[in-house]
């Protein structure tokens, strides 16, 4: 009975194609052939075969012959039946006779190939082509973002965790990519108007219309969406895929990482074209394979397909495919028409092992060009929020899809709204938000992190954290999030509180308060921050080297309000008092009072006035509430920030001034990697004591903490004036996919360097009574590590070692260090 279910699905799902084949490319002693080329003759319609020399393609129309080539191989043409032609196993000859173009096998030649030469016009032209033509466009723009179950099978569908459920299978369809089936779970459907300036360099998008079907309204899910809305042009060297860097196949560099073969020539919509099929040199790289037309005049793209290497160095995504076609207009002009991009989410990158699909296609069209807007026009939108957009009624998007929803897509309305009265899959699909946001979702009501529940420290011995967050969805106008924790050592209960609450939601003016009483490793960063709920790992690492008693019993109440004016611009003012004293009987953050220095005080008061500006140009989010979600962290971010203490008001204890600077750049170096450099400056005016004073950063974890110093213990140097500049560069495993043991682990590699100068003004020395000995890195202190990410999929290890300060009693001159993640 399964089987008969399992080919009954088969056989309805051949309805939506005339023209489907599968199978595997071998060569006379059965080896496979990867790479080959596999088409429905006279059809642009084909793809080549993976490494394992496997194919699967589908087409709309009817085709009667398949055509399956290699170079070094004579070429073979099958004849089909009507329908599906699965597991065909395609046996190809080597070649008798040399054409006048040199015959190619395996690595192609640099030299005496056409595909180059076609391959260098295609630079000249590409800034000459497609939109770049004009000096301003305009077009009409429909986005469709889908989530599939996929790798459907008679076994999993009949398995005792759908019990109840059987009824969302009669919406089973298959991938005309790869031949698995699949099983839509959530669509997000978009209208929109774009707009560009190719004089000033400007580009707008304006949403119309957009709605959500399905389980999407959680982080869980918008963590993994947020991945599919890369922007990526063909034309460029590098297209970024999940934090990754692809090699393109239209790129200056791809000479180095591709073979290129020039394979056949046609007509295509009356336009002469050649195809170049291209595939990657070496294993384990962020390469692509695939094939593209190219017109023989203009030397633009009519269609193009990427597929990612099923060896590249990516983890939990099993396969990623884009193809692009072109309309030409006016004979001359190519415009993009249509893009398709699909992800393979899997914890496994065999055939057989199940995922998620996650894909996206844009159809354009109505485009009109040379219509000039003024400047102001194209001033980004800081938060868009229009309740309009996103309630129209179905009749709008019968008119305004640019292509129609599959018998499928359409039944997943119905299905989900049976789906979401269904307990068991409610618990699935709770599961999976769990592990992506981190919180467990009740009602309105969120609790957690989870991740941050238990702790350890000296003072607080083992801690027992508990929290929660109001959440309706991910376009909240406020939010209120607390905690409460207790140590069992120190026996105290600990606890923090804000709420935040969006005024206007143009301009993102957003107020908050909050007040938390904690214990808290100070000194774990130089750019300081007062960020209510904010608290290091440092505080409560469950494993640390040496003693981490130098904790503070803090008390922070804080009022504040920012505001984006322009687009990824955020002011920020706040009002903070603050009462510090030590939490531990063997640290101290004592001073002197008066000028005799004989009154002694051991706790401090402190109200604070605070400004900042936040410039972080190219970050990317997704959502319009008062909490936004980053798509990802490559983006440069300039910090400046002023504060002024005010002795007197609330029995404060000091004035003073605190400058603070802070420069974060990323930088993809030419196909090896991404550079990240970090500056941070700063300076404190007028006196303070330690528990005010600039501490440099320390780890005494086992763990790496970002824009820390590994080799130094906490208190190790203070400083009131500072300088600080750290290299980390990671190759993503370039170096190791050159060599062949290494090549299978997948692993990446990184280096870093890392230094700081620093003084203490001789006031600060001089009310200094906590025992502790200012030490400033006046001599310039450095360390340098190098690291393995990328073990198991999950841990990245780093050995550190210290580059000066080695006669510093105590000085750690070697460390290492871990962490864990999920990356992709």
């Known amino acids: 009975m399964k089987n008969i279910l399992f080919f009954f699905l088969l056989f309805t799902t051949t309805l939506f194609a005339q023209s489907k084949v599968g199978g595997k490319v071998v060569d006379e002693f059965n080896e496979p052939i990867a790479f080959a080329n596999v088409f429905f003759k006279n059809s642009i319609e084909g793809v080549i075969t993976d490494e394992n020399g496997n194919f699967y393609f589908e087409a709309k129309k009817d085709y009667e012959i398949l055509v399956v080539s290699f170079v070094g191989f004579e070429t073979k043409e099958i004849k089909l039946k009507p329908g599906l ?58 986005e469709k973002v ?17 019990k109840g459920m059987e009824f969302i299978f009669d919406n089973v369809d298959t991938s005309r990519i790869t031949g698995k089936t699949y099983l839509p779970i959530f669509i997000n459907e978009s209208v929109s108007e774009v707009y560009g300036d190719n004089v000033i360099k400007k580009e707008k998008e304006i949403l119309k219309a957009t709605k959500n079907s399905g389980f999407g309204n959680g982080d869980g899910v918008n963590t993994f969406i947020k991945d599919l809305y890369a922007n990526y042009d063909i034309y460029d060297n590098y297209l970024k895929f999940f934090d990754k860097d692809f090699v393109s196949p239209l790129s200056r560099t791809g000479i180095n990482v591709y073979n290129y073969v020039l394979n056949d020539s046609s007509f295509i919509d009356n336009k002469w074209c050649y195809h170049i099929v291209y595939y990657p040199r070496r294993k384990n790289e962020l390469t692509f394979k695939g094939s593209f037309w190219v017109n023989d005049s203009t030397w633009a793209i009519k269609k193009i397909n990427l597929e990612a290497s099923k060896s590249a160095n990516i983890n939990w995504v099993k ?19 249509r893009d398709h991009m ?39 939108e800081v938060n868009f929020y229009d309740n309009s957009v996103f309630n129209k009624p179905e009749e709008y998007w019968q008119e305004n899809r640019f292509e129609e929803l599959n018998e499928n897509e359409s039944g997943i309305y119905k299905m989900l709204d049976t789906l979401e009265t269904v307990p068991r899959f409610k618990r699935i699909y709770n599961l999976a938000t769990i592990l992506g946001s981190g919180y467990i979702q009740y009602g309105n009501f969120d609790f957690g992190p989870i991740f941050s529940t238990f702790g350890y420290n000296d003072v607080e011995g083992q801690r ?25 050592k120190d026996n105290k209960f600990k606890y923090g509180i804000s709420a935040k609450w969006m005024v206007n939601t143009k301009n993102r003016l957003i107020l908050s308060i909050g007040n938390r009483r904690d214990v808290e490793q100070m000194g774990v960063s130089l750019t300081t921050s007062n960020d209510v ?24 109440t804080n009022i504040g309000a920012e505001i984006e004016f322009v687009k990824n611009v955020t002011f920020k003012t706040n009002l903070s008092y603050r009462t510090l004293v030590s939490a531990s009987n063997t640290f101290s953050l004592d001073y002197y009072t008066d000028d005799l220095l004989t009154n002694i005080k051991s706790d401090v008061k402190q109200s604070e006035v605070n400004l900042q500006l936040d410039y972080t140009p190219g970050r990317k989010t997704v959502g319009y509430g008062v909490d936004r979600l980053e798509v990802d962290n490559n983006y440069a971010r300039v910090f400046l920030s002023y504060s002024q203490g005010f002795k007197g008001v609330l029995d404060s204890d000091f004035d003073y001034q605190k400058l603070q600077f802070y420069y974060r750049q990323p930088v993809l170096v030419g196909g090896f990697g991404r550079l990240f450099t970090t500056f941070e400056t700063g300076k404190i005016f007028n006196e303070v004591p330690l528990g005010l004073m600039g501490v440099v950063p320390g780890n005494q974890s086992y763990f790496i903490i970002e824009n820390t110093y590994n080799l130094l213990d906490w208190y190790e140097f ?35 360097i890392k230094g700081v100068y620093g003084r ?56 290492v260090k871990a962490s864990f993640g999920f990356y992709f």
């Open 85 to 142: 032609n699965k597991n065909l196993l395609v046996k190809l000859s080597e070649g008798t006779t040399l054409k006048e173009v040199v015959v190619y096998t395996g690595k192609t030649s640099k030299k005496n190939n056409p595909a180059l030469d076609i391959l260098r016009k295609i630079w000249e032209r590409k800034r000459k082509n497609g939109l770049h033509m004009f000096k301003q466009y305009k077009y009409d723009k429909y």
């Open 146 to 162: 889908e989530f599939d179950m996929n790798t459907l099978d008679s076994a999993f569908m009949n398995s005792k965790i759908f």
């Open 319 to 337: 396969e990623i495919y884009i193809e692009q076609e072109f309309d030409v207009l006016n004979d001359s002009v190519f415009l993009l028409k």
């Open 342 to 380: 699909m992800s393979d989410f899997s914890f496994s990158k065999k055939e057989e092992s199940k995922g998620v699909y996650g894909k996206r296609t844009t159809v354009v069209k109505n485009h009109e060009f040379d219509i000039p807007k003024e400047d102001k026009f194209y001033k980004e």
């Open 464 to 488: 027992l954290r508990i929290g929660g967050r109001t959440y309706f969805g991910p376009n909240d106008k406020w939010r209120i999030q607390g905690y409460t924790a207790y140590g069992f």
């Open 533 to 556: 709920l904010g608290r290091s790992f440092a505080s409560s690492s469950f494993f640390a080297s040496g003693v981490n008693d130098k904790l503070t019993s803090i008390n922070l």
């Open 718 to 752: 203070v400083a009131d004036e500072y300088a600080s500049l750290h290299f980390e560069h990671h190759f993503n495993g370039k170096l190791f996919s050159r060599i062949p043991y290494f090549r299978k682990l997948n692993l990446r590699e990184i280096i870093g």
């Open 760 to 815: 203490v003004s001789d006031e600060n020395r001089l009310i200094n009574a906590s025992g502790l000995n200012y030490v400033a890195p006046e001599d310039l202190y450095w360390e340098y590590h190098a690291g393995i990410g990328n073990i198991f999929k999950v841990l990245r290890i780093d050995f550190a070692w210290r580059g000066s300060y080695l006669d510093m009693p105590n000085a750690n001159k070697f460390a």
